[in-house]
């Protein structure tokens, strides 16, 4: 929290004249959408200066591209919380809410916000997830388990296009995974915009937003 806070009062040169948001980070999208999309944590001058989740940031600049690509959003790109974007049928969260040094959240920060995702997922009727990483992959399997899904035992492994259907009390839940869109993944050719949009596409069809591509 301290290391947030002081992130938005320093500020980055680029954004030295505007203010940052420097607070926890809640979900974006509508409530009663059937589709969610879970990354990390905010980013320390992306959500953490804008507020909104990917929004203002290299990575949100893929994410927000392919969504836009396979019909999730109306603008293929999200600068602030202003700017105009609807996501279509579709939440954005992630398991840790504030930002954290270098970008790397540690286990006692998930577990610290973990109530946050429980209590998100209690008002959530998702019918389809994509995770955005294994830490994410990691941290949403027991918050899932704790709604009602039943995941199985051991528990299912992250890798990138894995496509997992669990059984619960409030309906089927399809579980996709997909490479984090970092810049670490991204640049190097490790997730390509096709395989975003592949992966995005496969949900959104489980989900019933959009048909079959």
Same mark, same amino acid.
């Given at each position: 929290? !301290?290391?947030?806070?002081?992130? !938005? ?28 999309? +879970? ?14 989740? $990917? *929004? ?9 591209? =392919? ?10 790109? !999200? ?10 049928? !579709? ?14 959240? *540690? ?21 389809? +997830?994509? +995770?955005?990483?294994? $830490? ?10 704790? =709604? ?9 492994? $992250? ?16 579980? $996709? ?23 995005? =596409?496969?949900?959104?069809?489980? =989900? ?6």
């Amino acid at each position: 929290m !301290a290391w947030r806070e002081r992130v !938005a009062r320093e500020k980055r040169a680029a954004f030295r004249n505007e203010e940052y948001w420097g607070r926890p980070v809640p979900g974006l999208g509508p409530v009663d959408a059937p589709l969610l999309i +879970v990354g990390l944590a905010p980013a320390a001058h992306g959500a953490n200066r804008t507020g909104r989740m $990917f *929004t203002g940031d290299r990575s949100g600049d893929v994410l927000f591209a =392919a969504m836009h690509a396979v019909g999730l959003a109306n603008q293929p790109v !999200a600068l602030h919380a202003g700017d105009g974007l609807e996501l279509i049928g !579709a939440r954005i969260t992630a398991p840790v809410r504030c930002a954290p040094p270098d970008n790397k959240p *540690t286990p006692a920060e998930r577990d610290t916000c973990g109530g946050w995702l429980r209590a998100e997922l209690a008002l959530l009727r998702p019918r389809a +997830v994509v +995770v955005l990483g294994a $830490f994410g992959w990691q941290a949403l399997l027991p918050a899932l388990a704790h =709604a009602g899904w039943t995941v199985p035992r051991p528990r299912p492994r $992250f890798g990138h296009g894995v496509h997992v259907e669990l059984a619960g009390e409030r309906g089927p839940l399809h579980l $996709f995974g997909c490479y984090h869109v970092s810049q670490q993944n991204t640049f190097t050719g490790r997730l390509t915009p096709a395989m975003l949009e592949d992966v995005l =596409a496969r949900a959104a069809y489980e =989900a019933g937003i959009t048909p079959r591509r």
